[in-house]
């Protein structure tokens, strides 16, 4: 197997992991847990960001944790820590409990995130580097797709089947990761660390720092409330919900795979430009028209999103070149944890204070049209 698919696929399985278990297994719960009183209503808003919290944490102990180990082993680690958080989520502790491995959750995902993609776009050939992000991406909507079509049937004997459930999902996910990651070559072997810290970032580096911010801002009204907001405002069963949230997953696994086949084709800005405003649409749309067709099409054209952060990873590249992609990337994964800390608590916190969905999802939408509108000034790249 060629070295750059292997790495694809143990990103894929990092962020199945960290992002389609780790964070976006627990939407469909989130209404179990109230209404079989293992939270309140408020407490499930704050878990969730606290988990898009510790986003920035990671991503701030990543150089740290550099200086302590070699990136191969630092990625074997966070998927065995990863996949404890997971099993710890199964106890009925309480909110605190779930809190703190949640949190873990949101630490190991941001350090999965930057050295996984680094890898991936330093060793995919230059024609294949949407191709490559897009697999590794996809791993969310597989987390999304496979939980959502388990979990649903296992909340029928209790929520801690579900979290059970998806810590075997997460098992199988590491043992991948630890095969695929095995005998893997530090990074930036020819670039020292001074070197590194001289480097500036060009203004479309740092425009795609804001935009990546921006798309984390955009993603939390559904990551958070989207099946509540399904079954407790629109009034639907919970089966319609888990339905909805499978079909999330189905848009991760098809729509981000398309979104790299368009990008390889027409190329990395008009494609940012195209995904940004679907996924400002799938935001705003469900709370002007709430018809079953269109509540499906905002779940599949927002489970795509992670097409988005795959075509934002292979642009990057061209923005700082392949040896400093770490830096960008930790630099745009700094702004997804701070716009995450801000816009998660804000959001949550409205949301507790107004019970208004649709200021929740509106603010969402805003995010990605007004990403949309800065990636239209992107320079161009060379196109293979």
Known sequence: MQQWLRYSIGAHAGLLLGMGLGRFSYTPIIPMLIQSNHLSPGETGYIGAINLSGYIFGALLLPKLRN?????????????????????????????????????????????????????????????????TSI???????????????????????????????????????????????????????????????????????????????????????????????????????????MQWLLVGVGGLIGTFLWGKLADRIGLNISLVLVFVTLALSAISPIILTSIMALTLSSLFFGSQPGSAAIIAGRAQFATGKDVMVKLWRYMVLAVGVSQIIGGFFLVTLFNLTGNYTLIFAIGGSAFAIAAVICCTLPKVAHK
């Open 68 to 132: 302590w180990s070699s990136e191969p082993k630092l990625i074997r680690t966070c998927f065995i820590v990863g996949l404890l958080a997971l099993f710890a989520s199964i106890a009925p502790l309480g909110f605190f409990w779930l809190a703190f491995w949640r949190f873990c959750l949101g630490v190991l995902v941001a350090i999965i995130m930057i050295l996984c993609i680094a890898y991936v776009t330093r060793f995919a050939p230059e024609n294949r580097v949407a191709l490559a």
């Open 136 to 242: 590794s991406f996809t791993g969310v909507g597989a987390g999304i797709l496979i939980s959502s079509s388990i979990l649903p049937y296992l909340l029928k004997f209790g929520v801690e089947w579900a979290w059970a459930g998806s810590a075997f999902i997460g098992l199988l996910a590491t043992i991948v990761g630890l095969w695929s990651w095995r005998d893997a070559p530090n990074l930036e072997v020819s670039t020292s660390s001074n070197t590194l810290r001289r480097q500036k970032l060009s203004n479309s580096g740092w425009k795609l720092v804001v935009v990546q911010a921006l798309f984390s801002i955009g993603l939390i009204p559904h990551s958070i409330y989207w099946v509540d907001y399904l079954v407790r405002d629109l009034r639907n069963p919970i089966e319609f919900g888990s």
